[in-house]
């Protein structure tokens, strides 16, 4: 680990005040990523921004939609009666990533900035187009998610809260590597009032997608079966040593058809 | 592997569970396990013909071996 300077901020305000006036400073949310990042010496921040202290950006509220505020854990999301009530598969999502210490330290917001390719979070931001809040602006999922690693996020802007509405039926499904416990491929499958839309994780060089065969296949037939012929190219996906495009391909359509049958 | 689960069976059974409900099965050659595991893959597979799968065999490269064996019809 290289020295930095740790700096607590109070409000929204005073880490976005103390970022501009870093060097090359970086937000910390839950540290999952960056604080192994930098014990590896992958990188070299000026100044870490601690956003723990912020209170406002901790919060769940479920109404027309469900409002998560950014540096909410993954085991609040999945722990939340209300989350369960209203739309499991977020709340099941949330439980399934990483283990407990990720969940107990891991945020959303932190994840959903971060946008690794096999995290969970962008799949069901994209699947329900979740709205995305920063400190300037509000984006949807479809315009936010730019490719591996990448988003819409400018230097020094800090997500404060997600929206998604609640889905007619949704499911998430999962094969994760058994030692990380990230996706190899996660499939989110939501039917909402304007149609079906199928977000996969874990699979794109790109990061987060959605599979537009699926979805057709789906608005015509919500049921497993009817994505029976289909298949998704390999062209585009990951391969490492945990699995080669051509199984991820496979898996795609398989994770889409267990949760077509969760969600229905 | 019959003779390492009597083993087993029997530390279970007659000495029963201590404290921290773990025993330990050093002695009996664990070794005969992962064999098992293959085993079991291997005859799964029988039906498509699929080559041998050697261990660690993760969901991969079991899904290459079918893969491989359906391709060879």
């Known amino acids: 680990m290289y020295d930095f300077s740790y700096k607590n901020a109070s409000s929204v305000d005073d880490a976005i005040n103390t970022h501009k006036s870093s060097e090359d400073g970086v937000f910390l949310a839950g540290g999952q990523t960056l604080l192994p990042t930098l014990k590896q010496r992958l990188a070299q921040p000026s100044d870490l921004i601690d956003l723990s202290g912020i209170g406002s950006l901790s919060s769940i509220e479920v109404g027309q939609v469900i409002k998560i505020g950014a540096m909410t854990t993954h085991a609040e999301v999945a722990s939340s009666k209300e989350i369960q009530n209203t739309l499991p598969a977020l709340s099941d999502l949330a439980e399934g990533i990483g283990d407990p210490q990720v969940r107990n330290r891991g945020t959303i917001g932190g994840s959903v900035a971060n946008n690794d390719p096999a995290a969970d979070y962008p799949a069901v931001c994209l699947a329900l187009n979740a709205n995305i809040t920063t400190n300037k602006r509000e984006m949807i999922a479809d315009d936010f998610f730019m490719g591996m690693f990448d988003t819409a996020l400018n230097e020094g802007e800090l997500i404060t809260s997600i929206s998604f509405p609640i889905p007619e039926k949704a499911a998430y499904m999962k094969f994760p590597n058994p030692a990380s416990r990230y996706a190899l491929v996660g499939v989110f499958v939501a039917k909402m009032n304007s149609g079906v839309r199928v977000a996969v994780t874990g699979a794109g060089e790109d990061g987060v997608f959605r599979a537009s065969n699926l979805e057709d296949a789906l608005n015509q037939n919500f049921s497993p079966e009817s994505l029976n012929d289909l298949s998704i190219s390999p062209d585009g996906l990951l391969s490492d040593i945990h699995a080669q495009n051509d199984y991820r391909a496979s898996l795609v359509v398989t994770m889409a058809k267990r949760a077509v049958t969760a969600a229905s | ?73």
């Open chain 2, 1 to 73: 592997m019959r003779r390492l689960i009597q083993v087993l069976e029997r530390v279970r059974n007659e000495l029963g569970i201590n404290g921290s409900e773990l025993k330990g099965v050093g002695e009996v050659g664990a070794i005969g396990l992962p064999l098992a595991v293959k085993n079991a893959i291997v005859d799964k597979l029988s039906d498509l013909r699929a080559s041998d799968v050697s261990v660690p065999a993760p969901p991969a490269k079991v899904w290459n071996a079918i893969k491989a064996a359906k391709t060879a019809g």
